[in-house]
């Protein structure tokens, strides 16, 4: 078991008066992310998590996204509503576990939605009606555009050893994304970084959201900017019970003398 705490954030623009949110850090969203990624998962929620789309700027509500959002096309989800066992959950999960949906990685729910098409929320891509309209915008697998009309193409030349698996199948190894320019200087967000596409530029993307900076012929995007990283954790403080309990264990040593 894994816990992701939140930290409590108060909104930096004007529109928001000043409102406070509880939401994940840039660099434990994405650790986050990728967790599920390895594994038949399942994730609970308590309370109101909630995963800026924009990093790198001044807070502001409409940057924000429900942890579910993030969730939902990847791994089994629960929202505790404070009155239904937790326990309950855990036979829908077991059903869910049983169950491979996601046949191919030409599904679209492979991909990293948060970067592919940020300002819409695909709730039930698991229905062929939600499938077919996520087709009619952006194209089938072949032929993948984004919301900024980049080219997310598929190709045979598979990069490094993870073993990445989406609702329950086992995507190939090494399979992700060339991610091109599209005809326009445009911009994308990681849940860690901001990045520019100019003229031919392109990025390999992880279904994980794992960015890899283009290695053969052609301009690699550029990271115009980067979440700052969390500071360490501070040495924890110890219990009165634990500096009593050194206190004699230094008196026994001393006597032993």
Request: charged content about 30%; hydrophobic content about 35%; overall charge positive.
């Amino acid at each position: 078991m894994k816990i992701f705490r939140t930290v409590f954030r108060r909104s930096a623009v004007r529109n928001d008066s000043g409102r406070s949110f509880h939401v994940l850090d840039p660099w434990e969203a994405d650790r986050f992310y990728r967790d599920i990624h390895r594994g038949y998962d399942a994730v609970f929620q308590a309370g109101q998590a909630r995963i800026s789309l924009q990093p790198t700027k001044p807070l502001e509500s409409s940057h924000l996204i429900p942890v579910s959002r993030l969730v939902r096309p990847k791994a089994f989800f629960v929202q505790f509503d404070g009155f239904t066992p937790p326990a309950d959950s855990f036979e829908d999960f077991d059903s869910w576990a049983a169950a491979v949906d996601c046949g191919t990685h030409r599904d679209c729910r492979v991909l990293p939605h948060h970067m592919f098409s940020p300002s819409t929320d695909w709730q039930a891509l698991e229905t062929e009606d939600q499938r077919q309209a996520f087709e009619a915008a952006h194209g089938g697998p072949t032929h993948l555009h984004d919301e900024k009309s980049r080219p997310w193409n598929q190709t045979n030349a598979w990069h490094g050893n993870d073993t990445l698996e989406v609702a329950r199948f086992d995507l190939p190894t090494g399979f992700h994304w060339d991610v091109v320019s599209a005809r326009n200087t445009s911009r994308m967000s990681s849940l860690t970084s901001a990045w520019r596409f100019d003229g031919k530029a392109y990025l390999n993307i992880s279904p994980d959201g794992f960015i890899r900076a283009g290695q053969s012929k052609g301009a690699t995007a550029t990271k115009e900017d980067e979440a700052p990283r969390p500071a360490p954790p501070e040495p924890a403080t110890p219990s009165k019970r634990e500096r009593d309990r050194a206190r004699r264990e230094r008196q026994r040593a001393q006597r032993r003398r």
